[in-house]
């Protein structure tokens, strides 16, 4: 019984520390074009924008949880410095009905 288990973990850990060891894609290595299809693709992608920062980046509202609503944002990529993504944040409109 040992044996199979052992066996079991062993193959477990040959196929996800391949997945563990890509790390997160990295917006700084790749063209704004590739970033933007890598989000598209996913829906959501969370993305490394500097030496100590990540974000999440959506492609449509759905892949933001409510109130939140998708803002553009620009972040550098290794061809521009004005890539246009888009991040979820909380509505502006949300706030304003709730003082109401």
Not at 11 to 18: G, K, L, Q, S, V
Not at 26 to 39: G, H, K, P, S
Request: aromatic residues 10%; hydrophobic residues 40%; proline residues 6%.
């Amino acid at each position: 019984m040992r044996g199979r288990i052992a066996t079991a973990l062993v193959f477990i850990a040959a196929f996800t520390a391949p997945a563990l060891a890509q790390g997160r894609p990295d917006a700084r290595r790749m063209t704004c074009e590739q970033v933007q299809e890598l989000i598209w693709q996913r829906g959501a992608a969370v993305v490394t924008t500097g030496q100590h920062t990540y974000e999440r980046f959506v492609s449509a509202r759905r892949f933001c949880d409510i109130p939140n609503v998708p803002r553009p944002r620009v972040i550098s990529t290794r061809d521009t410095q004005r890539c246009e993504v888009y991040a979820c944040e909380r509505d502006p409109f949300e706030d304003m009905f709730e003082r109401w």
